[in-house]
């Protein structure tokens, strides 16, 4: 019944937008209401990055990589959190994971894939 499921990855040109979006289906979800969800990114060769998060409260941090270029937001009745990506370039190509954290638990989805290229 858990279950976070990404959508909005794709074949982009580098400068393009992307929007991301993450649906957290489960009652674990709406139970444990003070969490944080966001998203990590993991490119071919590299470790897995923190992107963007944001609480519950609404306290949002960013990579400094993707500073300026990525929004967060997030919808908490619905347990759903987007990233708008902005100015993508090559270095943002990357599998896109969703996370949901609360109380030491931790849930990730699949990921879905950013491609950034011309």
């Known amino acids: 019944q858990v279950q976070l499921v990404e959508s909005g990855g794709g074949l982009v040109q580098p400068g393009g937008s992307l929007r991301l979006s993450c649906v957290a289906s489960?009652?674990?979800?709406?139970?444990?209401?003070?969490?944080?969800m966001g998203w990590y990114r993991q490119a071919p060769g590299k470790q897995r990055e923190l992107v963007a998060t944001?609480?519950?409260?609404?306290?949002?941090n960013y990579a400094d990589s993707v500073k300026g270029r990525f929004t967060i937001s997030r919808d908490n009745a619905k347990n759903t959190v987007n990233l708008q990506m902005n100015s993508l370039n090559a270095e943002d190509t990357a599998v896109y994971y969703c996370k949901w954290t609360a109380l030491g638990m931790d849930y990730w989805g699949k990921g879905t894939l950013v491609t950034v290229s011309s």
């Open positions: 489960g009652s674990i979800f709406s139970i444990f209401s003070i969490n944080v």
């Open positions: 944001m609480s519950s409260g609404g306290i949002t």
